[in-house]
């Protein structure tokens, strides 16, 4: 893989001067609204877009100066963005957030007014999506996703700006993904996609990945409640290699809502595993506490709980990815 000049000089406002991504992540919208209107006690409808608007610049304001970079949304973030540090790069959602929830196979979508080109000229120096994907899923359904991502590649290519694909597994048979039995399934699907957005025609330039693991069913862990375990502590650091393995593309970890200490751990799974990962967006792992916050108190609460503790939840983060290796040797930088 080599990435044009163009998208060299979006990388490297990416990164910090290790070649890893340290990125925090602020694209929620949905769960963001949940989130706040369960703190006020409001129905989800009298969420305003200002205080969505308010929180995210909360987060980006405070944050950033430790980020090498944050990931917004265009709906809601660009004040946010207006307001991030001079040191962080910004990477700007494309999809509709959410997914269609009419169709058991959670197909993405778009947001319709947008476009790489209005993305870039947003300010952007990556574009990034959210795909629910399990290679599990029919044939005909993963090809009309392996289609929508072959065209976002394409557009990417000719706008000449980075695309990162977030992809997130979910149990095609409807039985939830907090299950033993979906956990026991997760290594498989993190590696079978993986494998898949590896391919060229993708035009993928970071894959943003799950652990590939529960961290909830590691017997052990800091996430385990005890009774049946998926796997050893030995055997989750089996799957981190192996879903690594199927790559050559840069890789980074995504939070997926779990706790600070529960995302730290995994980082050391992965440093002890010996994986070549760059880096981590890293969303609800460090701000998610200051939504009850936010909602009982307000805008300038939570920027003190930010300076206080999720200071300290980026601090731990930024410490855990010691670990991680450049992005620039696999893309011959």
Not at 47 to 58: N, Q
Not at 283 to 305: N, P
Request: charged fraction near 25%; include cysteine.
């Amino acid at each position: 893989m080599s990435l044009s000049p163009g998208k060299l000089k979006h990388m490297n406002a990416l990164s910090n001067e290790a070649g890893v991504i340290a990125a925090a992540a602020m694209d929620q919208r949905g769960s963001l609204q949940k989130g706040i209107a369960a703190a006020k006690g409001i129905p989800e409808s009298e969420v305003t877009p200002k205080e969505m608007e308010d929180f995210k610049i909360a987060v980006s304001r405070v944050l950033t100066p430790h980020a090498s970079a944050i990931l917004l949304d265009p709906e809601f973030g660009l004040p946010a963005a207006a307001a991030r540090s001079a040191n962080a790069g910004l990477l700007l959602a494309y999809e509709e957030t959410g997914y269609d929830a009419t169709d058991e196979h959670r197909m993405p979508d778009l947001l319709p007014h947008l476009s790489v080109k209005r993305i870039k000229e947003m300010g952007a120096d990556a574009v990034k999506i959210l795909l629910y994907y399990t290679p599990f899923s029919p044939a005909d359904v993963n090809d009309i996703k392996h289609a929508f991502i072959e065209r976002i590649g394409a557009e990417c290519e000719a706008y000449d700006i980075p695309f990162f694909l977030e992809f997130v597994g979910y149990d095609e048979n409807g039985k939830g993904e907090k299950s033993l039995e979906y956990a026991k399934k997760k290594p498989a699907v993190v590696k079978g996609s993986m494998a898949e957005f590896s391919k060229p025609q993708y035009k993928v330039d970071v894959l943003k990945v799950e652990v590939p693991i529960n961290p909830a069913y590691v017997e052990g862990s800091a996430a385990f409640k005890g009774g049946e375990f998926a796997y050893t502590k030995e055997e989750a650091l089996a799957h981190f290699r192996d879903a690594a393995s199927v790559t050559t593309l840069p890789f980074i970890y995504l939070s997926a809502g779990v706790t600070n200490e529960v995302f730290i751990e995994n980082l050391k799974y992965a440093a002890e595993s010996g994986t070549d990962y760059s880096g981590v967006l890293c969303g609800r792992a460090t701000w998610l506490d200051g939504v009850k916050i936010f909602g009982a108190q307000g805008a300038a609460a939570l920027e003190a709980w930010l300076l206080d503790q999720g200071v300290k939840n980026i601090a731990a983060v930024n410490e855990a990815i010691k670990g991680a290796k450049s992005w620039r040797p696999k893309v011959g930088a």
